[in-house]
């Protein structure tokens, strides 16, 4: 099974702001929609709770397994877990799983990942989530495509594909 990243982030490290984006990115999150449909993602308990506030319910066709230290913690629709390795073994036998974030959630799954689909946002936004330090040495970097800043998008970006040429399997 393949562990992808899905993230977008400033150029000071920033992915997050009160539980929040600190942008609107329409190219983003079309892209983050079309990566993501119709597999499971891996998302830290605050960050969906952030998806449950914007959209009212998970994110549609997807399996979505929920990563907290909550014992007792429940969302509907929703699978809970209480460790990465046992979200990786409750959907072992699918070719590629999404972690989604957020802050806390990223750290422990990077050194897993095989890919990292990354939007780079030509911003410095102040925030309080960050993306970890990724040594490139270690990823083949490809760039995809950009955006420039516009009505439906608060600031240009960039989307690149990171593969680690040899990805460590998840236990």
Known sequence: MRVS???????NGVIGRGDDLPWQLRADLRRFRELTIGHAVIVGR???????R????PLPERRTIV??????????ECETVHSLDEALEKIRGEDEVF????????????PRASRIYLTRVHATPEGDAFF????????????LGRHPQDAQNSYACTFELLERPRHPEPA
């Open 5 to 11: 990243l899905v993230v977008a982030v400033a150029e």
């Open 46 to 52: 605050k960050t969906q709770e952030s998806i449950m």
């Open 54 to 57: 914007r959209l009212g319910r």
């Open 67 to 76: 990563l907290t230290r909550q014992a007792d913690y429940r969302l509907p």
């Open 99 to 110: 972690v989604i974030g957020g802050g806390e959630v990223y750290p422990e799954a990077l």
């Open 132 to 143: 970890p330090p990724v040594d490139l040495a270690e990823w083949r970097v490809t760039t």
